[in-house]
């Protein structure tokens, strides 16, 4: 027969082990779900139902880094995904606005392979794959809205747009599920701007995913009549192989992959959107008028032409590997090679737009 002492004594035990057992749970709970967690993120830019989205894995959503936010347009933040004993692997992804040249998306070292992207077809511009993505702001925001840098804020020339970009650090995203991410976030943006628009609350539609094929060297990229000119490429060192085309409503971009030892990759791009056509076409630097009022050009890589559709852009990229390529042997075939693949590009592409015949100065 238990004496009363042991009874107390097991009763003890028992509640010992039920707020131990309480402890545990409730840390598993804090560890790996969302509950008691902040319900906006980013200074009120992010939701977390739209984070619970877009980093699919199990765990807890918090902020490892921000600036900005709170009541004014420009932001930046980092948002991580994590669990304990559950053998989840974690997600992050930083998001941030960002000021940029009208062409950064075929003309940047950061954003290289154009062609990977899937274009949105429907309401402001933009663009996502499973690692990262942005989506421009509303041309009416031109000026309202920048970027956090220093501690500070920052605007953009006339020249420039402000976008809200996105970086998968660790692990892959769905690409709808990241535009729409990225579509709520702009949209938060131009609110504390005071440049929303109707643009901003259109569902972003994705355009068709990127495809890879075999390139045919007499029509590059798909385009009848693009091929590369002698000299661009080399039997051992780079030679037409691969190319990857994606296209939304208003841009096209195709990424040429070439074989050989130097595994270059040289991309083209084409855009009628004004957020990207206007900024070249006001340039007060790089872009030179062209003569007859045929549009603007700068060097061997990106032009815009008054076409009979309307204003178009065209650009050209060389990535590191190919460019030393050319430019190994004398600098003199790197000069006529690339005017020659943008001449030919320019004749081939501007063809489908109805645009004027154009001759690219040899510099």
Same mark, same amino acid.
């Given at each position: 027969?238990?004496?009363?002492?042991?009874?107390?004594?097991?009763? %003890?035990?028992?509640?010992?082990?039920?707020?131990? %057992?309480?402890?545990?749970?409730?840390?598993?709970?804090w560890w790996? @779900?969302?509950? &008691?967690?902040?319900?906006?993120?980013?200074?009120? !830019?992010?939701?977390?139902?739209?984070?619970?989205?877009?980093?699919? @894995?199990? #765990?807890?959503i918090s902020s490892t880094s921000a600036a900005g936010g709170d009541g004014i347009p420009e932001f930046r933040c980092s948002v991580q995904r994590t669990s304990r004993f559950m053998g989840a692997q974690p997600m992050e992804i930083s998001v941030n606005t960002a000021v940029h040249e009208p062409d950064f998306p075929f003309q940047s070292r950061v954003w290289r392979g154009p062609a990977a992207m899937t274009y949105f077809t429907a309401g402001v511009p933009g663009a996502v794959s499973e690692d990262r993505g942005w989506v421009a702001l509303p041309r009416t925001c031109q000026g309202k809205a920048?970027?956090?840098?220093?501690?500070?804020?920052?605007?953009? *020339?006339?020249?420039?747009?402000?976008?809200v970009e996105a970086v998968m650090n660790r692990g892959k995203a769905d690409r709808a599920v990241l535009a729409?991410? /990225? /579509?709520?976030?702009?949209?938060?943006?131009?609110?504390?701007?005071?440049?929303?628009s109707n643009d901003m609350?259109?569902?972003?539609?994705?355009?068709?995913?990127?495809?890879?094929?075999?390139?045919?060297?007499?029509?590059?990229?798909?385009?009848?009549?693009?091929?590369?000119?002698?000299?661009?490429? *080399?039997?051992s060192e780079a030679r037409v192989d691969r190319e990857t085309v994606a296209a939304g409503d208003q841009t096209w971009a195709c990424d040429l992959h070439l074989a050989g030892s130097a595994e270059g990759q040289i991309s083209f791009s084409t855009s009628s959107d004004a957020h990207i056509v206007e900024g070249p076409m006001n340039a007060a630097e790089g872009f030179e008028p062209l003569p007859e009022g045929k549009g603007r050009i700068d060097g061997y890589n990106r032009a815009v032409l008054n076409c009979r559709s309307? !204003?178009?852009?065209?650009?050209?990229?060389? *990535?590191?590997?190919?460019?030393?390529?050319?430019?190994?042997?004398? #600098?003199?075939?790197?000069? !006529?090679?690339?005017?020659?693949? &943008?001449?030919?590009? %320019?004749?081939?592409?501007?063809?489908?737009?109805?645009?004027?015949?154009?001759?690219?100065?040899?510099?």
């Amino acid at each position: 027969m238990i004496s009363m002492q042991g009874k107390r004594g097991l009763a %003890l035990t028992a509640i010992a082990g039920a707020l131990a %057992l309480a402890t545990v749970l409730g840390a598993f709970t804090w560890w790996n @779900t969302n509950v &008691f967690g902040d319900e906006e993120l980013c200074g009120g !830019k992010l939701r977390q139902s739209e984070l619970d989205s877009v980093l699919d @894995t199990r #765990g807890r959503i918090s902020s490892t880094s921000a600036a900005g936010g709170d009541g004014i347009p420009e932001f930046r933040c980092s948002v991580q995904r994590t669990s304990r004993f559950m053998g989840a692997q974690p997600m992050e992804i930083s998001v941030n606005t960002a000021v940029h040249e009208p062409d950064f998306p075929f003309q940047s070292r950061v954003w290289r392979g154009p062609a990977a992207m899937t274009y949105f077809t429907a309401g402001v511009p933009g663009a996502v794959s499973e690692d990262r993505g942005w989506v421009a702001l509303p041309r009416t925001c031109q000026g309202k809205a920048g970027f956090i840098a220093v501690g500070s804020r920052r605007l953009p *020339d006339a020249d420039e747009v402000t976008v809200v970009e996105a970086v998968m650090n660790r692990g892959k995203a769905d690409r709808a599920v990241l535009a729409q991410l /990225l /579509l709520q976030a702009a949209g938060r943006v131009a609110a504390d701007a005071g440049c929303a628009s109707n643009d901003m609350k259109a569902a972003a539609e994705l355009g068709k995913a990127p495809s890879t094929s075999t390139t045919d060297p007499r029509a590059v990229c798909g385009v009848a009549g693009f091929a590369l000119p002698s000299g661009a490429v *080399d039997e051992s060192e780079a030679r037409v192989d691969r190319e990857t085309v994606a296209a939304g409503d208003q841009t096209w971009a195709c990424d040429l992959h070439l074989a050989g030892s130097a595994e270059g990759q040289i991309s083209f791009s084409t855009s009628s959107d004004a957020h990207i056509v206007e900024g070249p076409m006001n340039a007060a630097e790089g872009f030179e008028p062209l003569p007859e009022g045929k549009g603007r050009i700068d060097g061997y890589n990106r032009a815009v032409l008054n076409c009979r559709s309307g !204003k178009v852009y065209f650009g050209m990229r060389q *990535d590191d590997a190919y460019k030393s390529l050319l430019l190994q042997q004398d #600098g003199e075939r790197y000069t !006529k090679t690339s005017q020659a693949q &943008f001449q030919s590009f %320019l004749d081939s592409a501007g063809a489908r737009h109805g645009c004027p015949s154009v001759a690219v100065p040899l510099h």
